[in-house]
């Protein structure tokens, strides 16, 4: 639990506040979740479906952003999701999605934070610091990684013993991938449209 | 006012880039980030540095290098130019590089690998592996040069150095990438819809 919320940690401050180099993209951290031993097709399918669903938004200025990168790992690296039916995959992108936005209300909060207290916080003698700038966020987000990876475990309790979860669907893979074609479609409308 | 800055200066600032958007904030957005950045190469005082500099200031992170060596050069050679500057670069930096990483950068790569897993029928393959993994060598690569060469070029041509996102080949390049983008996005339509009906 503390190494996935270190993990979460790490991944939330790489997309968020320093060297973006796409190392917490879930297309990236599925490879290693993978690698890691989870189910390949959840794992993928889940990374695919979010991608999808927020590859339009774009993450600058003031703007509120959700935080899917942080959502999408915290999420599937808990549950440890196995085989899903298509009514657990949906109640996971259901819960992906929630913890996304909740990050992004809470990066807004911590920056309000930094305004009334960052001489306190991420100065030194004064001057801005980076290195106590970075020891900030990191143990922030940490805190707030370990609180949802313990909400997510007891989730993942709860989901355990509710037979709809386990129990056969058909055709569940066909709409995982329906699913996963809505988003697609629309991201394809909005954007061929615009550049004809 | 140097010609050049030196190579150590040049990796030093390339570095502190990547730790701009750590200070981000709804005051001044980038303006303590900037600061952060610019506070060892500059011969001023660092209170009055910080007291000239905390103002409001917008970028791209990916396109802080133009903005960094832009600044620099304004404050050597024309001080009373520098907040000219730094308005025209909030404007531009910000909106092209949100466009361009974010619109068209970020989507292309993304696409690919969620092709790869498609097509696999969401199984992890070798070959999924071996492009995820170079997509980001080679965008981290591209990353920090945008950033190495943006600060040189910012610095050896001021705001001239900007114009680069006027050009005919940058236009050609984002027309180019918007195609490539289009295309990976019916294409995976395509490979969802092989893999429904299979």
Known sequence: MIFISLLSALILIESREIFQGLLSQPFVTAVFLIIAGYDQYTVLSTAVLIHLLYLNRIPSGTAFHPEYPFGYFITVAVLKPENVNAIYFAVLIFIIMAISLITGRFIAFKRNLFEKHRNKFIRHNGYPDILKALLYSFSIFFIFALAFALILKSISRALANIQIFNAEIPHSSGIIITLCLLPAVVYAFKNIRRTA | ?198
């Open chain 2, 1 to 198: 006012m140097k010609e050049n800055l030196g190579r150590r200066t040049l990796l030093s600032l390339t570095i502190r880039s990547y730790f701009i958007r750590l200070f981000y904030n709804y005051f001044n957005l980038f303006g303590e980030g900037l600061c952060v950045c610019l506070v060892p190469f500059t011969n001023e005082d660092k209170d009055n540095f910080l007291k000239q500099n905390l103002k409001f200031f917008n970028t791209n992170e990916y396109l802080s290098g133009f903005s960094l060596g832009i600044i620099l050069r304004s404050r050597d050679e024309k001080p009373e130019n520098l907040e000219k500057a730094k308005d025209i670069l909030s404007s531009v930096a910000g909106s092209v590089g949100d466009r361009l990483l974010y619109k068209l950068i970020l989507p292309v790569i993304v696409l690919t690998s969620l092709n790869l897993f498609a097509v696999s029928g969401f199984v992890l393959t070798k070959e999924a592996v071996i492009i995820v993994l170079s997509e980001i060598v080679i965008f981290n690569i591209f990353s920090f040069m945008l950033r190495y060469y943006g600060i040189k070029n910012g610095y050896e041509k001021g705001l001239e150095s900007i114009r680069i996102f006027r050009t005919a080949a940058y236009l050609k390049a984002v027309s180019v990438f918007t195609y490539v983008r289009n295309i990976l996005i019916l294409i995976l339509i395509v490979n969802l819809f092989i893999l429904l009906f299979n």
